[in-house]
């Protein structure tokens, strides 16, 4: 069920960076392990990164490492994403999504609607 949502996308140059959030009226996100997903056409889900309740760091795509980074601000139960050096294929539409574990996904988890990221040159 859709019980997250996600902020912040757009369009960017390529080099450039730009910042994405996770948030939730109903969940507190420090209760959860939040990863970052994106998808494109014709695509399944990739995983990005994770982070879990601990802040421990669970990277699904070597591609973003030294570039994206995962963080909470519980302050304002958001999970962030931070994305620089950004390349064409990072377009996609990024979602994130709510489970117990970084490593454990089930239907029953909360995923947001997503927002489109959109790189050019």
């Known amino acids: 069920q859709t019980r997250l949502v996600e902020s912040g996308g757009g369009s960017v140059q390529t080099g450039g960076s730009m910042r994405l959030s996770c948030t939730s009226s109903r969940l507190a996100l420090a209760d959860y392990a939040i990863g970052w997903f994106r998808q494109t056409p014709g695509q399944e889900h990739e995983g990005v990164l994770c982070?879990?309740?601990?802040?421990?760091?669970?990277t699904w795509t070597d591609s973003v490492v030294g570039r994206f980074t995962i963080s909470r601000n519980n302050a304002k139960n958001t999970v962030d994403l931070q994305m620089n050096s950004l390349r064409l294929e990072d377009t996609a539409v990024y979602f994130c999504?709510?489970?117990?574990?970084?490593?454990?996904?089930?239907?029953?988890?909360?995923w947001g609607q997503g927002t489109q990221v959109t790189v050019s040159s």
């Open positions: 999504a709510a489970a117990s574990i970084c490593t454990k996904w089930g239907q029953n988890d909360y």
């Open positions: 982070i879990n309740m601990f802040n421990g760091i669970t």
